[in-house]
T-cell receptor, first 109, second 113 residues
Framework: TQLLEQSPQFLSIQEGENLTVYCNSS?????LQWYRQEPGEGPVLLVT?????EVKKLKRLTFQFGDARKDSSLHITAAQPGDTGLYLC?????????FGTGTSLTVIP | KAGVTQTPRYLIKTRGQQVTLSCSPI?????VSWYQQTPGQGLQFLFE???????NKGNFPGRFSGRQFSNSRSEMNVSTLELGDSALYLC????????????FGSGTRLTVV
């Protein structure tokens, strides 16, 4: 059983649509990160959130950390083909670091 | 500054052989972590090294081992390779604890035949 569950697992949308990816856990995390990974490459850090309720925006991407620091969401506005990739959430808890199950996003031109 | 460098990028080995993978972290980063990524299991934590000491270890058999040198470069070794060891092996570095995120290398794609 994974400590961090992401949903949906797969997402295929048309260019210009909006989407939200969820990262959920029953455990509290001291910080949470989101990464994007393209095929054959390592994950690239997009954002780190550390405060419950925190919202961060990165151009068309909006990240939110839940008030209880157990969950997070990633919202993409007007998705573009360049957003295609595997989105991973990851959380820090004690001296351990846990990755989510991943959401594979495909944006169709 | 240079990113995390992993060598080699691709590797094909035969069952029963052993393999050594190398990782050079970002300059100044003292923590190096290794992950195994497969389509079925996602990213699985192998181990973390900090200042030449193994600080954390994941749930992998003893065939998987690693070490870190005084210049923070790290190697991981897999002995007696099995078909199921085929995966993308990722190295990630951070200054200290990973609370603020990792910088990953491009990985080593290991295929065991």
């Amino acid at each position: 059983t994974q400590l961090l569950e992401q949903s949906p697992q797969f997402l295929s949308i048309q260019e210009g649509e909006n989407l939200t990816v969820y990262c959920n856990s029953s455990s509290v995390f001291s910080s949470l990160q989101w990464y994007r990974q393209e095929p054959g490459e390592g994950p690239v850090l997009l954002v780190t959130v550390v405060t419950g309720g925190e919202v961060k925006k990165l151009k068309r991407l909006t990240f939110q950390f839940g008030d209880a620091r157990k969950d997070s969401s990633l919202h993409i506005t007007a998705a573009q083909p360049g957003d295609t990739g595997l989105y991973l959430c990851a959380g820090s808890r004690g001296n351990q670091f846990y990755f989510g199950t991943g959401t594979s996003l495909t944006v169709i031109p | 500054k240079a990113g995390v460098t992993q060598t080699p990028r691709y590797l094909i080995k035969t069952r029963g052989q052993q393999v050594t993978l190398s990782c050079s972290p970002i300059s100044g980063h003292r923590s190096v972590s290794w992950y195994q990524q497969t389509p079925g299991q996602g990213l699985q934590f192998l181990f973390e090294y900090f200042s030449e000491t193994q600080r954390n270890k994941g749930n992998f058999p003893g065939r998987f081992s690693g070490r870190q040198f005084s210049n923070s470069r790290s190697e991981m070794n897999v002995s007696t390779l099995e078909l199921g060891d085929s995966a993308l092996y990722l190295c990630a570095s951070s200054q200290d604890r990973s609370n603020y995120g990792y910088t990953f290398g491009s990985g080593t794609r290991l295929t065991v035949v």
